[in-house]
């Protein structure tokens, strides 16, 4: 079973910054956290991960609490594109598969 | 060049038929996923192979066969369907890294099945 907890959905303006929640309170040392996220009608896509530091990549930055048990997905401009179900996931090292929650619907408006 | 590619894309077939779904991937990857999105959108893992062999298996009927006959390639048969088996499956991969960390899964653009 998913181990997060996050919102059912969100909505943001176009072009605002869009902070997704994630609550893992159970996390354990090795998680990782994960996310993706799914367009209509398309498959899962990778967005960023991390363990403990906060991460930067082209398509959004991670903000990890200090102790871990939560984390917030930001989205620096968000645009009509981004609009998709956003999913937190733990990860344990190795090739297992993911487990998915229900994730965050974010809609974004025009 | 898509990544991870998906036949047929939509599949529409009766109750009590047998088809197959086919995966691929070009990106080199050593393990390989089948997952089901459901009607409510729930996305659970299935199967899982590496290196052509298979490593996890979920509570699946029977009815549910994989089969890898080399690394880029992952196909799913399906016996006797139901109408419960109407849903999105996606194959996916991943590449096992040296650095201890979950390795980014790449997902294909899924297959719409529905059993009449």
């Known amino acids: 079973d998913a181990k997060t907890t996050q919102p059912n959905s969100m909505e943001s303006n176009e072009e605002e910054p869009v902070h997704l929640p994630c609550n893992h309170s159970t996390i354990s040392g090795t998680d990782y956290i994960h996310w993706y996220r799914q367009l209509p009608s398309q498959g899962p896509e990778y967005v960023i991960h991390g363990l403990t530091s906060n991460v930067n990549n082209r398509m959004a930055s991670l903000a990890i609490a200090e102790d871990r048990k939560s984390s917030t997905l930001i989205l620096h401009r968000a645009t009509l594109r981004d609009a998709a179900v956003y999913y937190c996931?733990?990860?344990?090292?190795?090739?297992?598969?993911?487990?998915f929650g229900k994730g965050t619907r974010l809609s974004v408006i025009a | 060049d898509t990544a991870v590619s998906q036949t047929p894309k939509y599949l529409v077939t009766q109750m009590g038929n047998d088809k197959s779904i086919k995966c691929e991937q070009n990106l080199g990857h050593d393990t390989m996923y089948w997952y089901k999105q459901d009607s409510k959108k729930f996305l659970k893992i299935m199967f899982s192979y590496n290196n052509k062999e298979l490593i996890i298996n979920e509570t699946v009927p029977n009815r549910f066969s994989p089969k890898s006959p080399d690394k880029a390639h992952l196909n799913l048969h399906i016996n006797s369907l139901e109408l419960g088996d109407s849903a999105v499956y996606f194959c996916?991969?991943?590449?096992?890294?040296?650095?201890?960390?979950?390795?980014?899964?790449?997902f294909g653009p899924g297959t719409r099945l529905l059993v009449l």
């Open positions: 996916a991969s991943s590449q096992l890294g040296s650095g201890g960390d979950q390795e980014t899964q790449y």
């Open positions: 996931i733990l990860t344990f090292s190795g090739n297992t598969p993911l487990v």
